[in-house]
């Protein structure tokens, strides 16, 4: 899995403690209306490593309570506009009408991706999800509102660059910061809901901690 020349990867955009902090104030400028919203979609992607579409169907039947955990099922049910693309597109590549891609919709991108994620190692995610879904059963808006409020909270926060804050480096951000912690690979894989380790093992070689770790340990430090 090297690097192609010339070729941007979002673990480049990953942000850092001090600028996620920044987003997540960036969140607090926006209108009270959309505030907690923001601040949920932030923390879930920047945190627990969702993806944008698996925010966008987040349904509070998705989560155990008891156990702290968000389960990504294998499949829902949906009609959303986001979907309704997805089938459009792939009716245009196949011999599937649009009625039988649309029952495909809405499911997660790999098998791995449908996952259990655990979110109670950290009060503030805890905190907005009861939130939440105290207000809402169910994430009320589009894939592109997602989009949205990331961007609104970036431009709001001073330091950030709002062209290379999107969704997806919120995935990036969340790999990062539980990689350079000492997440093990196959942890982190099964958080993250890669399929392959080697996505795992290329975040944690590149925080550089269980090098950091080990030598700790041989040193006695």
Partial sequence: MTDRPGV???????????????????????DERYRLETRFILLLGGRLGMRAGEICHMHEKWVDWDRQMINIPHYRDCDCGYCREQAKQKVEWSD??????????????????????PYGFSPRV?????????????????????????????????????ETTYPHCL?????????????????LQA???????????KYVRLTGEHT??????IHNR
């Fill in 191 to 201: 958080l993250m809901g890669w399929s392959d380790i080697r996505t795992s093992q």
């Fill in 171 to 187: 995935r990036s951000t969340a790999a990062t910061y539980h990689a350079s912690r000492g997440l093990e690979p196959m942890n």
């Fill in 8 to 30: 941007r990867h979002t673990y480049q955009d990953a942000l850092g403690e001090r600028d996620f902090q920044l987003l997540l104030e960036g969140a607090t400028l926006l």
């Fill in 212 to 217: 950091a770790r080990a030598l700790r340990h």
């Fill in 126 to 162: 805890e905190l907005v999800i009861e939130r939440f879904f105290e207000r809402f059963d169910e994430f009320p808006y589009s894939r592109k509102t997602v989009n949205r409020r990331v961007n609104k909270a970036a431009e709001n926060a001073k330091g950030i660059d709002p």
């Fill in 96 to 117: 599937l009408s649009l009625e039988t891609a649309m029952k495909e919709r809405w499911m997660p991108k790999t098998d791995a991706a449908s996952r259990p994620i």
